[in-house]
């Protein structure tokens, strides 16, 4: 960057240079301006045009800009391709200001610290983290700025980096920050995103900061003084050193990129993994919890059959118990409790709903309040959103199950602070302090008297042009205003003679001379005076209310929390009475037992879609007869559909919902695995059989007593046999892990043998219904084995060419009666193309199959058997 020319650059410089990693908007009026190589990249990013100033002198400086109104859309295209934006603004009213107007830096906008609506979804966290090695373990801190949640935890073990990475891309953190002097690496198969992987996977924007702001000692410091503690034990961080290093680097970065107070910060939570049900990102994918398979099909997912919340809270810990349903027993039957007796009063619940559907997100309304960014309209929605508080206080009164009577007593009513934001608030107040028009009339008689002084000014002004016209005799003489000269007096040149002496000159035109009076500046003071007066107590009265609201930061965060598990709890009752949902038990004996069971996604969307009727299956499992069942049958039979509906019901059940199912009995499940479909991951160079015996290792490696295991056709992205050989070794190897539970969908019958060696391997198959050369996929499960695959049939309904389906027939049943592989020395389709068919043999196979069809065997004499024998080997050698 050249040396600044003037005061203006001269300041932008100073202010640059404090945040050189961050795109520095510059407030100049009503604009948001860049300079040099910043505005490249906005011009680039935003598609935005360059300019240049200072053409004049040689130096042209490259610039850009947005206007400050629409600044905010902007911003949010620039932190969602992973860019940091420190905003600063001016800091003083340009008109009072003597010299250069002072602008400060007010915030820094990143990846992980972005709060605006325009950034994050209102339905989703944004997760900025912090991981810190130290000796055995990693502490790993999170934080949603947007929110207020604080967390920590520590992961151990010699496959902690591998921990701490599924734990970032579990969180989907938009933002890691990190010591310069760790890295850390996953070791054979991947890596951790941290300083040496891409981002871009994960869209995860890597902060290095100096290693000092991760020392113990400052970090204890810095959350104390923010907790306001002289310990942190009673968070349960004692002897938690990596986890506070880990925090405290993370608050260190929020207070230097945020200027608010950061209250809302006022609790920090530690937490085990070991809490919940793992789910990692492969079972999260391959079951389309948040996002489906094909992108055509938004609906084809887990969220959406499930999500019918009406609080962006309630929809945020919906997805949060369905990344991470309960371990706790206690936790889930009282949520189970809730729902049942919410199930039963409709009139109740949908007196709920109504109440839920008056309430805004008053978490993100309140970390905004805390940030200082809150709007006059966020405190309107905070004031809105406290008035259907009462009406569910009032609601759960006549609640008796235990969690909705708890949720009742941590639900504030907030009257007070309703009250107060209900008589200094206008009841629509704009979206920017400087519109004005914030405060009510009555709140301040100060700011009342103002008011009044500024708007009988135009009364005032015609007053006065009516009785300069009268002593003028100048019929024409108007009164005007504008920015630059404020109010002035216009006379046209014709009538200029008619000037009295007392009018002073301001301004000449071409057709038209401007001038003030004694009087008319003394005006101008008083109104210009006021309206200024005016704004700086409405900004005055408007921070101090933020203030307020501020303070009481840790009772809206108390009640926001309640809201959304009553949203949760209300929107599984609803679920429950819509679907005919069944309450489930939890089983202490390892057994698994679904009547009836469907797939809560599938069901729905085939009734939607074509008017089907979801065809429900029973399923049986326990610890000991019947761990492992091997499900054949053919494709779109259904097989697939089983072993996903039998995951999504339990993670269902321990998130706290009814299932969908005639009856449920559950254990609880410590982790469920999956492996589905065939994927390639060619950044990585993986092919899609590597992927395949990559998640089957991770599985095979980590599943223990309470997981359940979800195989779907392993061994197919190999050859056949290999893929056989690989199929078995996995089963017994899951037979041989006691406790393991697992569903093998497969097209190797051969499998189907395991059951009649190992006793706690059972078969089933999904049922088809042949008629008339054509079959019916009846979709039900049933004890046994297949008896064939169908696949020719699938083929045939897909669309192959009817040629190619009889071929493909005649080669089976070939195939099935010689009970011989498929030869790898196929024709290589040479021949008159009108009446070749591909063969499985060569020539010389097929003389030597009719010559042996024509031997009578028991007619060959011995010579003649010789003889016979060295024809057929010369014919061989021939070929």
Request: aromatic share 6%; net charge negative.
């Amino acid at each position: 960057m050249p040396e600044p020319t003037t005061p203006l650059m001269q300041q932008y410089s100073t202010i640059k240079k404090k945040f050189p990693y961050a795109l520095l908007f510059f407030r100049l009026g009503d604009f948001y301006e860049l300079f040099f190589e910043d505005a490249v990249v906005a011009s680039r990013e935003l598609q935005i045009t360059l300019t240049s100033r200072n053409k004049e002198k040689g130096v042209p400086v490259p610039m850009c800009g947005v206007p400050h109104h629409a600044a905010e859309s902007y911003l949010a295209r620039l932190i969602q391709k992973g860019y940091k934006v420190a905003i600063c603004d001016q800091m003083e009213n340009p008109r009072l200001a003597k010299k250069l107007v002072r602008r400060e830096v007010t915030r820094v906008v990143t990846p992980g610290t972005a709060t605006g609506p325009g950034v994050v979804s209102p339905r989703d966290n944004n997760y900025l983290v912090s991981a810190f090695s130290a000796k055995d373990r990693i502490g790993l801190a999170l934080v949603d700025l947007s929110t207020g949640e604080f967390r920590v935890t520590e992961l151990d073990g010699e496959d902690r980096e591998a921990k701490c990475a599924e734990e970032i891309q579990h969180l989907s953190a938009r933002e890691l920050l990190f010591p310069g002097g760790q890295n850390f690496f996953l070791g054979p198969g991947g890596q951790l995103p941290f300083a040496h992987a891409d981002p871009g996977a994960l869209r995860l924007t890597r902060t290095l900061l100096e290693d000092w702001s991760f020392a113990y000692d400052y970090a204890l410091r810095l959350l104390t003084s923010q907790f306001h503690v002289h310990s942190l034990d009673g968070f349960g961080l004692e002897g938690r050193a990596a986890a506070i290093s880990a925090a405290g680097a993370l608050l260190h970065y929020l207070r230097e990129t945020q200027q608010g107070s950061l209250v809302h910060l006022d609790h920090i939570s530690y937490y085990e993994r070991r809490q919940w049900m793992m789910l990692d990102a492969v079972t999260a994918r391959n079951l389309e919890l948040l996002e489906p398979v094909f992108a055509s099909a938004p609906e084809a997912t887990l969220i959406s059959a499930l999500d019918y919340t009406r609080t962006s809270m309630g929809a945020r810990l919906l997805k949060s118990w369905m990344l991470r349903p309960s371990l706790d027993r206690s936790a889930i039957e009282a949520r189970w409790d809730a729902v049942e007796e919410l199930l039963g009063a409709l009139i109740q619940r949908e007196s709920i709903v109504r109440a839920l559907g008056g309430i805004q997100d008053l978490e993100r309304l309140l970390g905004r309040v805390a940030l200082g960014t809150a709007s006059p309209r966020d405190l309107a929605g905070l004031r809105n959103s406290f008035d259907p508080l009462p009406a569910l206080r009032r609601l759960l009164a006549e609640t008796k199950a235990p969690r909705l009577s708890e949720l009742r007593e941590e639900l504030d009513e907030l009257g007070d602070l309703r009250e107060l934001l209900e008589r200094a608030l206008v009841d629509s107040p704009p979206l920017a302090t400087a519109e004005g028009g914030i405060i009510r009339q009555g709140y301040h008689a100060e700011l009342d008297e103002l008011r009044q002084l500024s708007q009988t000014g135009k009364q005032t002004i015609a007053q006065m042009e009516a009785r300069e016209r009268q002593s003028t005799g100048i019929g024409s003489l108007k009164i005007k205003f504008n920015d630059i000269f404020g109010y002035y007096i216009e006379v046209s040149k014709s009538n200029l003679p008619l000037v009295p002496e007392r009018y002073e000159r301001k301004q000449t035109l071409v057709n038209a001379e401007r001038f003030t009076t004694p009087e008319l500046k003394e005006y101008e003071r008083k109104v210009l005076d006021a309206e200024d007066r005016v704004q700086q107590i409405e900004m005055n009265l408007f921070q101090e209310l933020r203030a307020t609201v501020g303070k009481q930061a840790a009772r809206i965060r108390r009640t926001a929390a309640a809201v959304a598990e009553l949203d949760v709890l209300v929107n599984f009752a609803a679920l429950a009475a819509e679907r005919e949902y069944c309450r489930p038990v939890i089983t202490d004996d390892g057994v698994l037992e679904i009547r009836a069971g469907r797939h809560p996604v599938l069901e729905r969307l085939a009734e939607s879609l074509n008017g089907e009727r979801f065809v429900p299956n029973d399923l049986y499992m326990n610890s000991d007869s019947d761990r492992i069942l091997i499900i054949t049958g053919p494709n779109m039979g259904g097989k697939s559909t089983y072993l996903r509906q039998a995951a999504l019901i339990s993670i269902l059940a321990q998130m706290g919902g009814f299932v969908p199912a005639a009856s449920a009995r559950l254990p609880l499940l410590d982790r469920i695995y999956t492996r589905i479909g065939a994927s390639d991951n060619l950044a990585r160079g993986r092919s899609t059989f590597m992927v395949e015996m990559t998640e089957t290792a991770v599985i095979l490696n980590t599943a223990g007593p309470s997981s359940l295991v979800i195989l779907d056709e392993i061994g197919r992205g190999t050859a056949t046999f290999d893929g056989l050989s690989i199929a078995w070794a996995v089963v017994e190897y899951l037979y041989s892990r006691p406790g393991i539970k697992a569903l093998f969908a497969t097209h190797y019958h051969e499998l189907t043998e395991l059951a009649d060696h190992l006793a706690g391997v059972k078969n089933r198959h999904v049922s088809v219904k042949e008629s008339d050369g054509n079959i019916v996929f009846l979709r039900r499960v049933e004890p046994g084995s297949a008896d064939r695959s169908y696949g020719i049939e699938v083929a045939r309904l897909a669309g192959l060419p009817g040629e190619v389906i009889e071929r493909a027939r005649e080669v089976l049943t070939y195939h099935e009666q010689s009970e011989h592989r498929l030869s790898d020395t196929l024709s290589d389709g040479s021949g008159p193309s009108g009446n070749f068919q591909m063969t499985l043999f060569t020539p010389a196979e097929h003389a030597l199959r009719e010559q042996l069809a024509r031997v009578k065997i028991e007619e060959l004499k011995p010579l003649d058997a010789l003889n016979l024998l060295a024809e057929m080997k010369k014919l061989l050698e021939q070929e």
